[in-house]
Protein backbone atom coordinates (compact mmCIF):
# COMPACT_ATOMS: atom_id res chain seq x y z
CA UNK A 1 0.00 0.00 0.00
CA UNK A 2 1.18 3.52 -0.84
CA UNK A 3 2.21 5.43 2.09
CA UNK A 4 -0.28 8.48 0.45
CA UNK A 5 -3.17 5.40 0.56
CA UNK A 6 -2.41 4.65 3.62
CA UNK A 7 -2.40 8.40 5.06
CA UNK A 8 -6.08 9.28 2.78
CA UNK A 9 -7.72 6.21 4.79
CA UNK A 10 -6.36 7.49 8.40
CA UNK A 11 -7.17 10.98 7.34
CA UNK A 12 -10.86 10.15 6.28
CA UNK A 13 -11.29 8.32 9.33
CA UNK A 14 -10.46 11.18 11.84
CA UNK A 15 -12.62 13.01 9.66
CA UNK A 16 -15.58 11.61 10.05
CA UNK A 17 -15.31 11.12 13.76
CA UNK A 18 -17.37 10.01 15.75
CA UNK A 19 -18.91 8.60 12.70
CA UNK A 20 -17.87 5.69 10.96
CA UNK A 21 -16.18 6.46 6.67
CA UNK A 22 -16.24 4.29 4.42
CA UNK A 23 -14.38 4.20 0.87
CA UNK A 24 -12.49 1.72 -1.98
CA UNK A 25 -9.08 0.60 -2.35
CA UNK A 26 -7.74 0.56 -5.92
CA UNK A 27 -4.74 -1.06 -7.11
CA UNK A 28 -2.88 -4.12 -9.17
CA UNK A 29 -3.13 -7.37 -7.97
CA UNK A 30 0.61 -8.75 -7.68
CA UNK A 31 1.50 -12.51 -6.40
CA UNK A 32 2.25 -11.00 -2.76
CA UNK A 33 -1.12 -9.91 -2.83
CA UNK A 34 -2.85 -6.25 -3.79
CA UNK A 35 -1.16 -3.30 -4.49
CA UNK A 36 -2.81 -0.56 -3.37
CA UNK A 37 -2.24 2.91 -4.81
CA UNK A 38 -5.13 4.99 -4.60
CA UNK A 39 -7.92 5.09 -1.74
CA UNK A 40 -11.60 6.56 -2.99
CA UNK A 41 -13.89 8.10 -0.44
CA UNK A 42 -17.48 7.15 -0.65
CA UNK A 43 -20.29 9.16 1.32
CA UNK A 44 -21.83 6.59 4.68
CA UNK A 45 -25.14 5.63 3.46
CA UNK A 46 -26.05 4.32 6.81
CA UNK A 47 -27.50 7.61 8.52
CA UNK A 48 -29.41 5.66 10.46
CA UNK A 49 -26.14 3.91 12.48
CA UNK A 50 -23.67 5.76 11.37
CA UNK A 51 -21.84 5.33 14.09
CA UNK A 52 -21.53 1.51 13.65
CA UNK A 53 -22.20 0.84 10.25
CA UNK A 54 -21.48 1.71 6.87
CA UNK A 55 -22.75 1.08 3.15
CA UNK A 56 -21.46 2.80 0.04
CA UNK A 57 -24.12 3.29 -2.06
CA UNK A 58 -24.30 1.12 -5.25
CA UNK A 59 -24.26 4.09 -7.88
CA UNK A 60 -21.23 5.59 -5.88
CA UNK A 61 -19.97 1.93 -6.34
CA UNK A 62 -20.49 1.85 -9.59
CA UNK A 63 -18.67 5.46 -10.21
CA UNK A 64 -15.75 4.13 -8.37
CA UNK A 65 -15.27 0.91 -10.74
CA UNK A 66 -15.65 3.35 -13.56
CA UNK A 67 -12.99 5.80 -11.96
CA UNK A 68 -10.70 3.14 -11.26
CA UNK A 69 -10.99 1.19 -14.78
CA UNK A 70 -10.20 4.66 -16.06
CA UNK A 71 -6.81 4.50 -14.56
CA UNK A 72 -6.31 1.01 -15.40
CA UNK A 73 -6.82 -0.16 -11.76
CA UNK A 74 -8.84 -2.86 -9.96
CA UNK A 75 -11.05 -2.52 -6.39
CA UNK A 76 -8.73 -4.05 -4.24
CA UNK A 77 -11.14 -3.90 -1.31
CA UNK A 78 -12.93 -1.59 1.21
CA UNK A 79 -11.76 0.24 4.00
CA UNK A 80 -14.17 1.84 6.83
CA UNK A 81 -13.41 3.21 10.65
CA UNK A 82 -14.80 1.69 13.88
CA UNK A 83 -14.76 5.19 16.59
CA UNK A 84 -13.79 4.06 19.89
CA UNK A 85 -13.70 0.10 19.01
CA UNK A 86 -10.92 -1.92 17.78
CA UNK A 87 -10.11 -2.57 14.35
CA UNK A 88 -11.47 -6.35 14.29
CA UNK A 89 -14.15 -7.15 11.90
CA UNK A 90 -17.63 -7.24 13.45
CA UNK A 91 -20.38 -9.97 12.34
CA UNK A 92 -21.88 -7.18 10.47
CA UNK A 93 -18.56 -6.70 8.99
CA UNK A 94 -18.45 -10.11 7.61
CA UNK A 95 -22.42 -10.69 7.23
CA UNK A 96 -22.33 -7.81 4.47
CA UNK A 97 -18.54 -8.66 2.88
CA UNK A 98 -19.13 -10.15 -0.52
CA UNK A 99 -15.87 -9.18 -2.54
CA UNK A 100 -13.95 -12.39 -2.36
CA UNK A 101 -10.65 -12.00 -3.01
CA UNK A 102 -10.46 -8.66 -1.67
CA UNK A 103 -9.05 -6.73 1.53
CA UNK A 104 -11.22 -5.28 3.78
CA UNK A 105 -9.12 -2.30 5.74
CA UNK A 106 -10.28 -1.24 9.20
CA UNK A 107 -8.95 2.14 11.13
CA UNK A 108 -9.77 1.92 15.07
CA UNK A 109 -10.28 5.71 15.98
CA UNK A 110 -9.95 6.96 19.43
CA UNK A 111 -11.41 10.35 20.42
CA UNK A 112 -10.79 11.40 17.07
CA UNK A 113 -7.21 10.07 16.61
CA UNK A 114 -6.36 6.93 14.24
CA UNK A 115 -5.17 4.34 15.93
CA UNK A 116 -4.54 0.84 14.82
CA UNK A 117 -4.85 0.27 11.18
CA UNK A 118 -5.56 -3.72 10.13
CA UNK A 119 -6.40 -5.67 6.84
CA UNK A 120 -8.16 -8.33 6.40
CA UNK A 121 -8.36 -10.38 3.38
CA UNK A 122 -11.96 -12.28 2.22
CA UNK A 123 -10.50 -15.58 1.04
CA UNK A 124 -12.58 -18.49 0.10
CA UNK A 125 -14.34 -19.54 -3.68
CA UNK A 126 -18.01 -19.00 -2.30
CA UNK A 127 -19.85 -16.71 -0.52
CA UNK A 128 -20.53 -20.03 2.14
CA UNK A 129 -16.88 -20.75 2.54
CA UNK A 130 -15.85 -17.14 2.95
CA UNK A 131 -13.57 -16.16 6.32
CA UNK A 132 -10.89 -12.78 6.61
CA UNK A 133 -7.39 -13.64 6.91
CA UNK A 134 -5.42 -10.86 8.49
CA UNK A 135 -2.93 -10.15 6.29
CA UNK A 136 -0.16 -7.59 7.20
CA UNK A 137 -0.17 -3.58 5.36
CA UNK A 138 3.40 -3.16 3.85
CA UNK A 139 4.18 0.77 3.35
CA UNK A 140 5.50 1.93 0.09
CA UNK A 141 6.11 5.71 -1.61
ZN1 LIG B 1 -16.88 -2.48 10.95
Known amino acids: MTQAAYDSVRAHSEETYPYECCGALVGKSTPQGWRVTGAMRAGNTRTD ?27 AGFYHSHPDH ?37 TGLTEEEKHFVQEQILLED
Open 49 to 75: SAHNRYSIAPLELVRIEREARRQGLDI
Open 86 to 122: PAQWSGTDFAEAHWLGCSYVITEVAQGKAIVTNSFLL
